[in-house]
């Protein structure tokens, strides 16, 4: 692949600014188009959970913190804009997929023993492994619960993204400490726990807004290149970002011994008995993020996933051909620029 040069996009700061949940003018600047319809997706998850603001409210109350983002129910609002108009059933389908997304990010946090999260103590950091995986699972089955309001279809849509979901987290968890990861094994990783869920999120917007299978298909390809180059982006911030900017805890994928793009490029780049010394100080643990960096950058791999999550976005931009010229689709080829280009 010959490495491209980096896009440069208009409203980057602007959009990054939504997305992490802090300037509020980037925020009506950016997604205003959908602005009424994440409120309304936030109040149905709210009141889905009111109920346990009693027993357990803390637990709830602390749930604000993990909505940084928001990324996944605003797919589902602007590609249901983008395709026809949002209707209520978007609404709840927003507030599905948010559901089971912060449900995976508790449980990653206890996966990954994580502390921080988006500049806070996580709910394992707080309350303990026990009591995140069983919150996680409690919204989890509340979503499943929500998403059956709607019908037959949305609940089957969901779940099979779930499943992907949970077995590319197992498959993740299974591949731990396996210093000889393919890239291939890589990605069907990537595309099961990351992209399963931008995908479903951007078919469950088209479908519902009354769109053809064959729009549905486009928005389902871009949510899931948006996904990937989503991911790749996250893997690179674990090893060059800093917490301060990133606001999690970082350096999580070497401490645990998951490899991922950059490493596994590197270590098929170096000549076998530099790539076997690599990969024994790794398990050993006594390589240190800057000694890898170092290695990383005399191979090329930084750039080389750059590239990759570059060639993804790209991918995601072509998809969104089919869509009519409009606010919402320049937001969301926007997004898919934003992926690879973050700092949070």
């Not at 309304?40 to 749930?63: C, M, N, W």
């Not at 928001?70 to 978007?90: F, M």
């Not at 389902?220 to 301060?244: C, K, M, P, S």
């Not at 931009?317 to 089919?322: M, P, Q, T």
Request: proline share 3%; with cysteine; glycine share 8%.
């Amino acid at each position: 692949m010959t490495p491209e040069s980096r896009p440069t996009v208009a409203n980057a700061t602007a959009t990054e600014s939504k997305l992490n949940g802090r300037a509020k003018s980037a925020v009506n600047l950016t997604f205003n188009p959908i602005l009424a319809d994440l409120d309304q997706a936030d109040r149905v998850f709210s009141s889905t959970l009111a109920s346990y603001k009693t027993p357990i409210g803390s637990l709830v109350e602390h749930l604000s913190h993990y909505h940084g983002k928001r990324l996944r129910p605003a797919l589902v609002l602007l590609t249901a804009k983008a395709a026809g108009k949002v209707s209520p059933a978007h609404h709840t389908l927003a507030a599905v997929v948010e559901m089971i997304h912060t449900a995976t990010l508790v449980h990653d946090d206890v996966l990954d023993d994580a502390d921080t999260r988006r500049h806070v103590r996580t709910v394992n950091a707080d309350w303990g492994n026990k009591t995140a995986i069983l919150f996680g699972d409690l919204l989890f089955t509340h979503a499943f619960h929500l998403s059956s309001t709607i019908d037959a279809r949305a609940c089957s849509l969901i779940g099979d993204a779930t499943n992907r979901v949970c077995a590319g987290e197992l498959k993740q968890l299974c591949e731990r400490g396996n210093m000889y990861l393919s890239e291939g094994d890589y990605f069907a990783i990537l595309d099961g726990k990351t992209a399963a869920l931008t995908e479903v999120s951007c078919r469950l917007g088209a479908l519902y807004a009354g769109s053809s299978d064959e729009v549905a298909e486009h928005m389902a390809a871009y949510g899931r290149n948006l996904g990937l180059a989503f991911q790749i982006g996250d893997d690179l911030l674990d090893l060059v970002g800093t917490e301060a900017k990133a606001g999690k805890t970082l350096g999580t994928d070497l401490a645990q011994l998951k490899l991922t793009l950059p490493l596994i490029h590197c270590l098929g780049k170096l000549a076998p008995p530099q790539a076997d010394q690599l990969r024994g100080r790794l398990k050993e643990g006594g390589a240190t993020v800057a000694e890898v960096l170092t290695i990383l950058e005399s191979t090329g791999s930084l750039n080389y996933a750059r590239c990759r999550a570059d060639e993804f976005a790209r991918n995601a931009r072509s998809a969104l051909s089919c869509l009519p010229a409009g606010e919402c689709r320049t937001i969301l080829e926007h997004l898919a620029e934003w992926s690879t280009r973050r700092e949070k």
